[in-house]
């Protein structure tokens, strides 16, 4: 069985649900990671107009769009004018039970003294390399049809597909999907050098995250792992999910593939919502293997602790299991004391001998 991952689910589950719901449940507000502004102090002076970002896009009305995107750069420009800082970003979240709807805001924040450290990424390319055999263009195609044709309920999200490849988004179960998918699969070899530099020198995003896509098509699976591993450092958020995506792939369904978790780790404190829940999901796939426990003990643990403290539920819910996994301790969710306790041991534990199994 294929895991649904977490935004998938949320999106088929809220288009049907949507209706049921009448009311804005605001279940939570954060900052992550500055030091100069407090959630506390958001609340005081920002609480009405989070209140109100919420209610609009959470009633979602085409008539509102342009209010509610007014609301969401004032919201953004007033937290920017509170300090100094090198990212902010303003995530919604919506969640849904069988018996609730909620939402939770998260205010991404790093501040600029932080920069090279939570974002150690290379300057944007200004290149335009050629779309070796088409395949740039192909990727695109096959995520742009799988893509409608998931929102129709035309593919199962749910099995696993089968590919010949080390990332599978969507298989080849219509000719169309299936003729894209080989004409991937037979080109992404011979034509991996032009990937690979489009993947690094295109100035375009969408074009660098889909040649890093195309390259998952490779017959080397350590290629294809170190090829996305690099798309770590792309300065754009987009490729770095792709990057993370393929990765994950590769974690959970290649488990013979060595994947450079030292670099995975160090996306568990990027910049956005959406790259650290998939950096946790990624380590939680590979928490209790062996090759990779006793690393991800002692350099993960520091940085889940800021993400355990997080209302926010893509970033807490991962964290919280994450550490369950690596310790295999009782201790609640909500149990900081005890968590901190824990996890300040295991980072003063003696580092993990084997390094090579870990990509460094």
Excluded at 99 to 118: G, I, N, P, S
Excluded at 232 to 241: G, I, N
């Amino acid at each position: 069985m294929r895991a649904l991952s977490f935004s998938v689910a949320l999106l088929l589950i809220s288009v049907s649900a949507r209706a049921q719901f009448s009311s804005t449940t605001l279940r939570g507000i954060d900052v992550y990671r500055s030091e100069q502004v407090t959630t506390d102090q958001l609340k005081q002076k920002l609480g009405s107009m989070l209140s109100d970002y919420a209610r609009l896009r959470y009633e979602n009305h085409k008539n509102r769009e342009k209010e509610r995107a007014r609301l969401h750069d004032q919201l953004e420009s007033s937290v920017r004018a509170m300090g100094k800082f090198a990212f902010v970003k303003l995530y919604y979240g919506e969640y849904i039970t069988s018996a609730e709807r909620t939402v939770y805001l998260t205010f991404d924040l790093v501040d600029a003294k932080d920069a090279a450290q939570r974002m150690p990424f290379h300057a944007p390319p200004i290149g335009t390399p050629t779309d070796p055999g088409g395949l740039i263009t192909s990727w695109q195609q096959y995520d742009v049809l799988g893509t409608s044709l998931m929102n129709q309920g035309n593919l199962s999200v749910i099995e696993r597909p089968e590919c010949p490849g080390f990332f599978c988004k969507w298989g080849s179960s219509t000719p169309e999907l299936a003729a894209l998918e080989r004409k991937l699969a037979d080109g992404a070899e011979k034509n991996k050098a032009a990937l690979t530099k489009a993947a690094k020198e295109d100035a375009d995003p969408a074009r660098r995250s889909s040649a890093l896509c195309a390259l998952s098509y490779v017959q080397d699976g350590g290629e294809a792992a170190r090829v996305a591993a690099d798309g770590l450092s792309d300065p754009s958020a987009d490729v770095r999910e792709a990057a993370l995506g393929i990765l994950s792939d590769i974690a959970i369904y290649h488990k013979t593939v060595v994947v450079d978790i030292s670099r995975v780790v160090a996306a568990l404190d990027f910049p956005t919502v959406s790259e650290r829940g998939k950096a946790l999901g990624l380590l939680v796939a590979l928490a209790d293997t062996d090759a990779y426990k006793s690393f991800l003990t002692t350099r993960a643990t520091p940085k889940l602790m800021p993400l355990l403290r997080l209302d926010q539920p893509a970033n807490h819910d991962s964290a919280f299991t994450l550490l369950s996994v690596l310790s295999q301790q009782p201790f609640g969710q909500h149990d900081y004391d005890a968590w901190e306790d824990w996890a300040q041991k295991a980072a003063s534990a003696p580092p993990a001998q084997d390094t090579k199994k870990h990509g460094r």
